[in-house]
């Protein structure tokens, strides 16, 4: 009796530690793909803000036209807002309106339609810098462009390279919009945190 008491004790040990050792590797398991890291190991020390002026040149006339509309739908036709137009832009940036001012950069992305009531776009795009320190960096954008409204804000919802872990806005001012070609220079100020 007591050998068959003393058997499913360590029976039960034995049962309570394996338990122990697959709850103890499930632990080192999930813990596997995540740790907490030190800022000072990716080389990060002190957040910065800086602000970037350029000048954004959106060509959508000519032979050579810097932003093209790739979809919209059959309805955008009669659509005074050209709402469902989507346009795909690779736009220099520029340091002065002057588009054969020094180049900075370019905007490569996506422009929307995205109002059925005024002119309105969904931007999504990155500004790819190639000059100075800020060469190979980029900073993403995903906002609204009411074009007609004076200053237009955009959230920065990050970056790379020099901009990694940025946040930030870019407001935009249109320059100058030839209502003949359509073609626009917006000017952009960008304010951002990094690193
Ligand atoms: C920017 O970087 C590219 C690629 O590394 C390089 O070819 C180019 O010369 C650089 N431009 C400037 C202005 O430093």
Sequence with gaps: MAKIFANATSSFIFLFNVILISLTLTAAKSESFSRNLSPKTLGL?????????????????????????????SMTKNSFSLFGMVTMMDDPLTVKPEISSKLVGRAQGIYASASQSE??????????????????STLS??????????????????????????????????????FKTGDAIVEYNVYVFHY
């Design 45 to 73: 020390k002190r957040e910065k803000l800086s602000h970037l002026r350029f000048y954004f040149h959106d060509i959508v006339s000519g032979s050579n036209p810097t932003a093209v509309p790739v979809a919209r739908a």
């Design 141 to 178: 954008i995903l906002g609204r462009n009411s074009v007609f409204s004076g200053i237009r804000e955009m959230p920065v919802v990050g970056g790379s390279g020099l901009f990694r872990f940025a946040r930030g806005y870019a407001q935009a001012k249109t320059h100058d919009l030839d």
């Design 119 to 136: 002119l309105s776009f969904l931007m999504a795009l990155n500004f790819v810098f190639t000059e100075g320190k800020y060469n190979g």
